[in-house]
């Protein structure tokens, strides 16, 4: 610490720190600009059924458009978002945003795609989530089933009485809930009984495990089993070869999104 450091030393201005909070205080500057200025975009990633290769939904996914025309990836600014709580506001209007596209594609399309929305768990401690819902619900006219809430374990954990409520609620209003990334957060699988679950969504970093038919796959396994057993569906993320695809339909899995099948896209280029 630098109280501690004595009069001949220079820790408080280290330069390098110094550049890492100035780049962090513009980076929060910026967020809280960006959304008044419409500078968010949402990509749309495909899910399919493994069986049929039918297109049953679409993963909403954050953009943000710079001033120099430049696409942010969330992992760049959802950190931030998340500790000054602007994840809030933003959270909201992706909800509304991807519930005012998804209702467009009903009534241009047969077959109803879902539209799949992050959450983060500052939606739930911060936010009126269910009132959110419920406002881009109604504000878009999408049916609240063609609605798939993406939670991290972390939601499920972090407090669970109030959350327990609130999912239960949200799980009432018709959304479907899946669990998002699961298998990497918490090793308690107790909640998985006690939230009104619909869906598993096996986290990419699992699937290196099909890449090669010869070797074992039991981390895999066991979450489709799991699902199984609990009467939940199974969605595998980051699916980016044939191989992979064959080798979850093989193993009992019901969806997949990733490279393989399409990359995220601007809503325009979705259905072309
Ligand atoms: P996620 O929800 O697990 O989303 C999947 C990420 O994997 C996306 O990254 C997607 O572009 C990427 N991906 C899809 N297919 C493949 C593949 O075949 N290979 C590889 N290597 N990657 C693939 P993206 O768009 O950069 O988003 C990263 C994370 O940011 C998301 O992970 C999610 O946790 C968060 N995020 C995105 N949009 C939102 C949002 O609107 N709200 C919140 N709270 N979080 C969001
Ligand atoms: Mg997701
Ligand atoms: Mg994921
Ligand atoms: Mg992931």
């Known amino acids: 610490r630098a109280k501690d450091s004595g009069r001949n030393t220079f820790q408080f201005f280290d330069p390098s720190m110094h550049a890492q909070g100035m780049e962090r205080m513009q980076l929060q500057h910026g967020l809280a600009k960006a959304l008044e200025q419409g500078e968010f975009e949402l990509h749309y990633q495909t899910q399919v059924e493994l069986a049929t290769g039918r297109r049953v939904g679409a993963e909403a996914l954050l953009r943000w458009r710079r001033a120099d025309g430049k696409l942010m990836p969330p992992a760049e600014f959802i950190p931030v978002a998340e500790q000054t709580g602007l994840i809030v506001p933003i959270g909201a209007w992706v909800l509304h945003e991807a519930c005012r596209q998804a209702a467009l594609w009903q009534n241009e399309r047969q077959g109803r795609p879902r539209i799949a929305v992050n959450l983060s768990a500052l939606q739930f401690r911060q936010g009126d989530i269910e009132a959110t819902v419920q406002s881009a619900l109604q504000a878009s006219g999408l049916p609240p089933s063609q609605l798939e809430l993406e939670l991290t374990e972390s939601i499920l954990i972090g407090d669970p009485a109030s959350v327990l409520a609130t999912v239960t609620r949200l799980k009432a209003m018709g959304v479907k809930l899946a669990i998002d990334d699961f298998g990497t957060g ?37 979450i489709i089993g799991l699902a199984r057993s609990l009467g939940l569906r199974t969605i595998a993320e980051g699916v980016e070869t044939e191989a992979v695809a064959a080798r979850l339909l093989q193993l009992g899995c019901q969806e997949a999104q990733g ?14």
Do not use: M, N, T, W
């Open 186 to 222: 918490y090793s308690s699988l107790a909640y998985l009984s006690r939230f009104p679950i619909d869906k598993l969504k096996i986290d990419r970093s699992f699937l290196h495990q099909l890449d090669d038919a010869s070797q074992g796959a039991v981390i895999v396994e066991a």
């Open 259 to 272: 490279y393989y099948f399409a990359r995220p896209v601007p809503a325009s280029e979705l259905f072309s």
